[in-house]
C-alpha cells in the first residue's frame, strides 16, 4: 500500500479515489505539520497539496517520497529542484482551477467599478449615498489580459458579454490563436497604455519576478485598474506604490507573497484585497482532487507524466 498524505481541507473526492483503487492508503489532516508527519513515516509516498509550502527540508525527511501533486495551477510554494535532484516528480492540475480564477476576476471588475463593498457598509449603517457612489461601467471598456493559458482565455469568455476590446501579450499564443478568441496580441507597453482595465495571469518565474514595474504602471491611463489574481511576486509593489496615487490607478489583488494570517503589505495601496479566494469554489476544490488522483494513479501505474512540471533537462 501505497502512504499518500493530504495536509490540506481538499475536497475528500481524493482520497475516496485513491483508496478505492486499492493500492494507496491516504491520510487526510488539514493544516497538517507535513515535516512532522514525514519524518514520522518514512515509507511515505506522496504528498497532495493546495498552497502549503514543500521545502527542501521536507523532501529530505520524506527517503521513500516520489510524487508531490500540487491541487492546482501554481507551483512556486515547492522546491521542483530540489524534489528533481532527489527523483521527487511534482505534478500541478492544470485548469482545474482556471473557471473559479476568471469569475472571480469578473466579479472584482464589478464590484469595484459599481463601488458595492463600501455601499453596502454604507447602506447598513443606515446612510443613504447614491451620489457619494456613482460608478461606472465595464461594457465598452478595453481590457488588457497578460497572459492567455487556461484562466486568460475564459476571462475572455466570460466578460464577452461586456462587447469590450480585448488586448492580450503572451509569446506563447500566435496571432491567429488570439484572433479566434477575440484578442488582439499586442506588446506589454501597448496593453498598459490603452487598456481601462489589465488583468494578470502569469506564473511566478525567475523572468516574471517584478515584470509589472514602474515603466509599464507609468503608461496606464488615468484611473485605470490592475487586477492580480495570479502571484504576487510578478508586480512590483513599491513601483505600484509610487505610481498609484499619482495616476489615481485601481489596484484589485487576491495574492500575496504568504498565504497566512497577519498584516499585508498591500493594505494601503489595494482598493479590494480578497484572501487567495480565486480557486475557492466547491467546483474548483472538487476537480483539482479529482483530477490530483487521476493524475498520481496514472503516473505510479503508466509512467504518465504529462503533468510533471520538473522534469529532467
Known amino acids: 500500500m501505497k502512504k499518500v498524505l493530504i495536509p490540506t481541507a481538499l475536497d475528500s473526492v481524493a482520497k475516496e479515489i485513491l483508496e478505492a483503487h486499492g493500492g ?5 489532516i488539514p493544516k497538517a505539520d507535513i515535516l512532522q508527519f514525514a519524518k514520522e513515516n518514512p515509507d511515505l509516498h506522496a504528498l497532495i497539496v493546495r498552497s502549503e509550502k514543500v521545502t527542501a527540508e521536507i523532501i529530505d525527511a520524506a527517503p521513500n517520497l516520489k510524487v508531490i501533486v500540487r491541487a492546482g495551477a501554481g507551483y512556486n510554494t ?13 505534478m500541478n492540475t ?6 473559479g480564477v476568471a469569475e472571480e476576476v469578473v466579479a472584482l471588475m464589478l464590484a469595484d467599478a459599481r463601488k458595492l463593498i463600501a455601499a453596502d457598509a454604507s447602506c447598513r449603517a443606515g ?13 465598452g471598456k478595453t481590457i488588457g489580459i497578460v497572459g492567455l493559458g487556461h484562466i486568460g482565455r ?21 496571432p491567429r490563436q488570439a484572433a479566434e478568441l477575440g484578442v488582439k496580441l499586442v506588446s506589454l507597453d501597448e496593453l498598459f497604455s490603452q487598456s481601462d482595465y489589465v488583468t494578470l495571469h502569469l506564473p511566478e518565474t525567475a523572468e516574471t519576478k517584478g515584470m509589472i514595474n514602474r515603466a509599464l504602471l ?12 495570479a502571484r504576487a511576486g510578478i508586480v512590483n509593489e513599491a513601483d505600484l506604490r509610487a ?15 504568504k498565504d497566512e494570517e497577519g498584516p499585508k503589505s498591500v493594505a494601503d495601496i489595494a482598493d ?35 503533468a510533471v512540471v520538473n522534469k529532467a533537462k
Open 24 to 28: 494507496y492508503k491516504v491520510v487526510q
Open 78 to 90: 515547492i522546491d521542483i529542484a530540489h524534489a528533481r535532484a532527489k527523483g521527487v516528480d511534482v
Open 94 to 99: 492544470p485548469g482545474a482551477n482556471s473557471n
Open 127 to 139: 446612510a443613504w449615498e447614491k451620489t457619494a457612489f456613482m460608478g461606472t461601467e465595464v461594457t
Open 154 to 174: 475564459l476571462v475572455v469568455k466570460r466578460l464577452s458579454g461586456f462587447e469590450p476590446t480585448f488586448l492580450g501579450f503572451d509569446p506563447g499564443t500566435t
Open 218 to 229: 507609468g503608461q496606464m491611463k488615468p484611473g485605470a485598474t490592475l487586477i492580480n489574481c
Open 243 to 257: 505610481v498609484k496615487a499619482e495616476k489615481k490607478l485601481r489596484f484589485l489583488n487576491d495574492v500575496y507573497a
Open 272 to 306: 479590494i484585497m480578497v484572501p487567495h479566494l480565486g480557486a475557492s469554489t466547491r467546483e474548483a476544490n472538487f476537480k483539482a482532487a479529482e483530477l490530483a488522483a487521476r493524475e498520481l494513479i496514472d503516473l505510479d501505474e503508466k509512467g504518465i507524466d504529462k
